[in-house]
């Protein structure tokens, strides 16, 4: 695929981008940036893409790359640290000590849960999670793509049973 031709591609995913950056950010004016920043590291690496493989579905990897490593970025930038003798952290809203045991935990059961699946719901389940469409899933299962509807909805219904005890807050929401 010749630079032309890449450059026209990756534009015609613009508004698809914009409004997934919407999503993202929930802010106009900063999704507008997040897709600019998302289409100059796609025209910057081309090189990087492979033809014949999902291009929207790479500049949505690239976009929530970068959105992440903002907010991490934000997120480490808003504590300061005082020079004194207590050493106080300032300006910093979340606890000064971090526990990860409940996340570990919620994860080990949420891993067990999808063990727990058959390789039929488990892999159509996991390929719709990372993004592929039923129609590609479909494909490179070789069944209908109807049938990768149904075991989509099955592993999910089945899934929300095995992890009911984390409720419906959004918080732990497997989709």
Avoid: C
């Avoid at 106009?28 to 090189?47: G, H, R, S």
């Amino acid at each position: 695929m010749t630079q032309i031709e890449y450059n026209h591609q990756v534009k015609e995913h613009y508004k698809a981008l914009r409004g997934y950056a919407l999503k993202l950010t929930q802010d106009p004016e900063d999704a507008n940036d997040l897709v600019q920043e998302t289409m100059l590291k796609a025209f910057n690496n081309k090189e990087k893409f492979q033809d014949g493989t999902n291009l929207k579905g790479w500049l949505y990897t690239i976009m929530k790359n970068i959105f992440i490593n903002n907010y991490r970025r934000m997120v480490n930038g808003s504590v300061v640290n005082d020079d004194t003798e207590n050493q106080y952290l300032l300006n910093h809203s979340g606890p000064s000590v971090k526990n990860e045991g409940d996340g570990r935990l919620v994860m080990t059961e949420v891993n067990e849960a999808l063990d727990s699946l058959t390789d039929s719901l488990r892999t159509p389940f996991m390929m719709s999670y990372e993004g592929y469409k039923y129609e590609e899933i479909a494909k490179y299962l070789a069944v209908p793509l109807g049938t990768v509807k149904i075991r989509i909805h099955m592993a999910r219904q089945k899934l929300k049973k095995m992890l009911s005890a984390y409720g419906t807050d959004n918080s732990y929401t497997v989709n």
